[in-house]
């Protein structure tokens, strides 16, 4: 299962209803939403949409009937097991070590503010603001303490710059931590803190 | 020593402002209150000043600014002392013995003051710190930066602490795992040897750790000293190998060479 249909499903799951109407759509053979909005005591439109979500998510059939008046939809169940499983490692980048040569070092004239940890070796955070006028945003982003050693010793603007593998090196952050690096970079990188060359 | 000045002037007036304020002061109550009171409120101002060179005797152990307390208290006596004497000459009771300290210490005192032992040298570490450097550009940025790694034992370092502090080189803040040493300006070390400035944070500081790591700090203010845009990535590692230097000195029992180093540059002792 792709996480974004397993957040969908989760979000169903968590429902304060959903395990009651899960009982119904168990021991019913079929159902409609307004039958279980008033077996539920919910209002309809919260059943139908709970319903048509499970529908698309192929977990409820839903089957238009016709008995002399106007068509309405019928549910049921089409399988009595939920099986959610969600492989994290579709996450990890690729080929991590591929990233730790490219070059990089602080933007000029970035205006970021670098907050220094209280032992004086690292930084805690980076503030950056965003945007113009009344739409300038303050974002700041708490780092690691590995994120915060490379920033520390990430090569000012202008200077030579360093492939991530040696400023980690000089940092003294060991490469387990490469991937935690490379996605403060990138993420610093798209915000204009840092320059990759 | 030949070399060109890379830092701007100090603003005069940082020095004369106090002897300007006395004798503006002086002339302003002796025209409305008379010369009697006139020597009353500039004999207080000047045992009043006393107060701030006893404070950084106290806080540098710099015995230069005892030599200054005890001059200006007993320029505060001789004032003091005179107005009845003005009046009677029968009434002089101490001042020739005042005059006589007030005479010797002014001797002393200008005598520390040449030889710039009463001048905060943050200037002159800018300057043996961009000494180095040649490259320009636009390249400030307000972040520290590590400058590379020194042994030393904490013995080492608190006889390095006294020397830097003694020979106003920097004011040191004391951390759990470093020393930081602020640059300072004559004129900017008020607040810290008040103690109202309990924070270096922002200011150009270079702090050193017991594991010998050394990182340095230049604000956009001092950055600005510099007469021109230096290349601030060489001039952060130059001021780290500048106290690099002076902790190898110091190590090797060979201070005065420091204090000889900035003396050669020749800058003002007053500025």
Known sequence: MDYKTAAQLSAYLSKDYSEDFFKLLVNYQDISASEAASRLSMHIRTAQDFLDGLTALGIVNKTEVHEKKRPYFRYNLTTEKIMLEVDLNEFAKENPGEGLARLVREMKNVGANFTVARSGNYFSAVTIWEGDGRERKVH???????????????????????????????????????????????????????EIV | MIFERKTKDQN?????????????????????????????????????????????????????????????????????????????????????LFLVGMYGLMLVVAYLGFNRKLKWRGQEVFELAAMSVEDTGDSFTARPRPTGQVPISKTEMIRFVDFIT??????????????????????????????????????????????????????????????????????????????????????????????????ALRLNPFL
């Not at chain 1, 010793?153 to 360093?162: E, G, I, N, W, Y």
């Not at chain 2, 107060?51 to 003091?80: H, K």
């Not at chain 2, 795992?177 to 602020?182: A, K, T, W």
């Open chain 2, 166 to 263: 003694t020979n106003l080189i920097a004011f040191a803040f004391r951390e759990d795992n470093r020393i930081v040493f602020v640059l300072t300006l004559p004129g900017n070390d008020i607040p810290y040897l008040l103690g109202i400035k309990k924070d270096y944070l922002e200011d150009t500081w270079v702090a050193i750790d017991y594991d010998g790591n050394v990182s340095v700090n230049i604000t956009q203010e001092d950055y600005l000293l510099f007469k021109q845009d230096l290349d601030f990535d060489q001039l952060c590692q130059s001021l780290g190998n500048v106290f690099i230097e002076f902790l190898e000195l110091s190590k090797n029992g060979r201070e005065s060479q420091i204090i000889d180093r900035m003396n």
């Open chain 1, 140 to 194: 700041k982003i708490s780092l690691t303490t590995p994120q915060g050693k490379f920033l520390f010793h990430l090569p000012f603007p202008q200077a030579r710059p360093l492939s991530i593998a040696d400023v980690m090196e000089n940092a003294g952050v060991e490469p387990d931590y490469s991937t935690e690096i490379q996605d403060i970079v990138d993420e610093l990188a798209r915000l204009g803190v840092i």
């Open chain 2, 12 to 96: 005069f007036l940082k020095v004369v402002w106090f002897p300007i304020g006395v004798i503006l002061t002086f002339f302003v109550v002796a025209s409305t209150a008379g010369f009697g009171p006139a020597f009353y409120v500039i004999g207080g101002m000047f045992l009043l000043a006393s107060v701030m060179p006893f404070i950084t005797f106290w806080r540098t152990r710099n015995a230069g600014f005892l030599a200054v307390a005890m001059y200006l208290v007993f320029i505060g006596l001789v004032c003091i002392s005179a107005p009845p004497a003005i009046k009677d000459k029968s009434e002089v009771g101490l001042i020739p």
